[in-house]
């Protein structure tokens, strides 16, 4: 079995910041790119940022300049640290990561439970 476990949401003020993080576990050979993505009430998912193994990253615009998204690839573990939060910022934040499972092997995509992130005016 391969599971994400995201933790870090919460409620905070706009113009506050929050950090949260996601870690893979399980029979994991290799984990490629991770990322966050969100989503709103009543809108469809989308991509907050995404980090590759080497470390290149990928932004939306909204969030261009407030968030950074890094990891440790010794712990499997992406992080997205969020500052000057927005209400519009307001969604349920689900860690993603494409890896390799081992034994036996096959290639997954995989989503965490999600958490929520709430940004208070």
């Known amino acids: 079995q391969v599971q994400l476990v995201e933790s870090g949401g919460g409620l905070v003020q706009a113009g506050g910041s929050l950090r949260l993080s996601c870690a893979a576990s399980g029979s994991i050979f290799m984990v490629n790119t991770m990322g966050w993505y969100r989503q709103a009430p009543g809108k469809q998912r989308e991509l907050v940022a995404t980090?590759?193994?080497?470390?290149?990253?990928n932004y939306a615009d909204s969030v261009k300049g407030r968030f950074t998204i890094s990891r440790d690839n010794a712990k499997n573990t992406v992080y997205l640290q969020m500052n000057s939060l927005k209400p519009e910022d307001t969604a349920v934040y689900y860690c993603?990561?494409?890896?390799?499972?081992?034994?036996?092997?096959?290639?997954?995509?995989?989503w965490g439970q999600g958490t929520l992130v709430t940004v208070s005016s």
């Open positions: 993603n990561a494409d890896l390799l499972k081992s034994l036996p092997y096959r290639y997954l995509e995989v």
């Open positions: 980090i590759t193994s080497g470390g290149n990253t």
